[in-house]
């Protein structure tokens, strides 16, 4: 599947599974409908809002509120596999985030995904290829055979890890680990010291 393929098809609403510098992701642009059939697919609860993938730090900030001390972690590990909880900006539909006043994004380390978003000009939403509470997916096979009729496509090569992102949230005074993944805490921590 070529990049305008690609592009056509989440323009048009729909969701597509692709590898990703971690595990394989399922995602979409940030339109409502589409958001919707990535939580059917996967049999998400509304509870957990999808992440943001964005191409950098300037598309970032259009997004989230980024303070310092966020500035110096995404500046040191991104692109990378970093997820970071900020509060949403002003104006960001509640439908983005469930209507939670936070908003998870990751910068990817995959120049295909960051091609994608910046040829697109806009963010894509995008969580893990897997069923919820089943384990993170790697191999497209294994992808297509999980959501087969549940999606519009799948790029067919498999991802470059089995681990997920680090979450860290930045949306209070203090930094909090939500979940440690392939990035190791205490080398954030190192950047704040």
Known sequence: MDKDTIIKILIAGGILAFPTDTVFGLGCMMDEKAMAKIYKAKGRSFNKP???????????EEYAEVNEDARKIIERFTPGALTVVFR???GLPDYVTNGFP???????DDPFILDLIASI???LMVTSAN???????????????????KIDGIVCEDALADTASTIIDVSNDELKILRE????????MEVLQ
């Open 131 to 149: 069923l919820s509470g089943e384990t993170s997916l790697r191999r497209w096979k294994d992808v297509y055979d999980c959501f087969e009729g």
């Open 121 to 123: 000009g806009k963010p």
């Open 102 to 108: 936070t908003i998870g994004i990751r910068v990817p």
């Open 181 to 188: 993944g392939k990035l190791g805490i205490s080398e954030i």
């Open 50 to 60: 999808l992440p943001m993938m964005c191409d950098g730090l300037s598309m970032i």
């Open 88 to 90: 949403k900006k002003e």
